[in-house]
Structure formats: C-alpha cells, structure tokens
C-alpha cells in the first residue's frame, strides 16, 4: 500500500512563503488523484487543493485561490504545494491526501505537517 511522508511546513511571517512536499512510497501514486487538507485547531478538516493524476487538472478552495499551486511529479512520486501571501488564518496543520481514481472510498493519508503563519 502507498504510504505518504510530508515535509517543508514551519514558521512563516505574514505574507511569506513555503513549499510543502509529500512522497510517496511506491509507483502506485500515478493510480490516485492527490489531495492537501488542513485543520485549524478547533475547526474541522477541509480540502485545500487537488490534482488529478494527469499532471494538470487542479482545483482549488476559494480561501487559496491564487495564493497555493499544487503539482506533482508522477516521475518520482511526489505531489507538492506552493504557498504565497500566507496569512495567519493560513496556520494549521496540513495533510496529504491520495484517493484512488477508480475506488474512490481507498485513500491514504499522511501524518500531517504543522504550518504557522506569525510575527
């Protein structure tokens, strides 16, 4: 089964940037569409961004639209998400996410990495 390790989250100051990565473990990950959710403490999870498997097809939560790109390498397994203008109701911790194309109810997620937007 696919396993997903995230990284790059931190501390940023308002209005700066970071690149969250996650990579997964097997050449299964062209077989999912991939996901970034975050939680708020104290706010449930909600879907960031999504790419489809075709490098390209992308959607977005108005909350980040035009701020966060999402890309992925299917070539060595990795999806990434760029964050600019980062604000502090940015700051959560964000995971990634696979869910097969075909059976949608198999997903995998990550362990989360911590984002924290703050002067």
């Known amino acids: 089964q696919v396993q997903l390790a995230e990284s790059g989250g931190g501390l940023v100051q308002p209005g700066g940037s970071l690149k969250l990565s996650c990579a997964a473990s097997?050449?299964?990950?062209?077989?999912?569409?991939m996901n970034w959710y975050r939680q708020a403490p104290g706010k449930q999870r909600e879907l960031v961004a999504s790419?489809?498997?075709?490098?390209?097809?992308?959607e977005y939560a108005e909350s980040v639209k035009g701020r966060f790109t999402i890309s992925r390498v299917n070539l060595n397994n990795t999806v990434y998400l760029q964050m600019n203008s980062l604000k502090p109701e940015d700051t959560a911790v964000y995971y990634c996410?696979?869910?097969?194309?075909?059976?949608?109810?198999?997903?995998?997620w990550g362990q989360g990495t911590l984002v924290t937007v703050s002067s």
């Open positions: 996410n696979a869910r097969h194309i075909l059976v949608r109810t198999h997903e995998i």
């Open positions: 097997e050449d299964a990950f062209v077989h999912y569409t």
């Open positions: 790419i489809r498997n075709d490098e390209v097809t992308t």
